[in-house]
């Protein structure tokens, strides 16, 4: 089954921490790129980071220096966010694009950050 599954989401308060996990299933290969957006109430969804198969990261100016993104073995990308602030309250959906055309989304995961 091809699905890609999420944890980690959740409330906490601002300044705190909160680590997300994404788990590729067994039918996902060819991984090029894992990533991780977010879509915040009444706004457009956005990039938050990447991380390529040969390990390069890219962030969100919003979130450089607090997230960081990382594989946990070739099938599993975190989010690890510290300094969190009230507005990266939103959904957190990981995505994954594969070197054969076929790119997939997580059902996504709510972060919300109390002031």
């Known amino acids: 089954q091809v699905q890609l599954v999420e944890s980690g989401g959740g409330l906490v308060q601002a300044g705190g921490s909160l680590r997300l996990s994404c788990a590729a299933s067994?039918?996902?290969?060819?991984?090029?790129?894992m990533a991780w957006y977010r879509q915040a109430a009444g706004k457009q969804r956005e990039l938050v980071a990447t991380?390529?198969?040969?390990?390069?990261t890219n962030y969100a100016d919003s979130v450089k220096g607090r997230f960081t993104i990382s594989r946990d073995g070739a099938k599993t990308v975190a989010l690890q966010m510290n300094s969190l602030r009230p507005e990266d309250t939103a959904v957190y959906s990981c995505y994954v694009e594969t070197r054969i055309a076929r790119n997939y989304w997580g059902q996504g995961t709510q972060v919300t950050v109390s002031s």
């Open positions: 067994s039918a996902i290969f060819a991984i090029r790129s």
């Open positions: 991380i390529t198969s040969d390990g390069s």
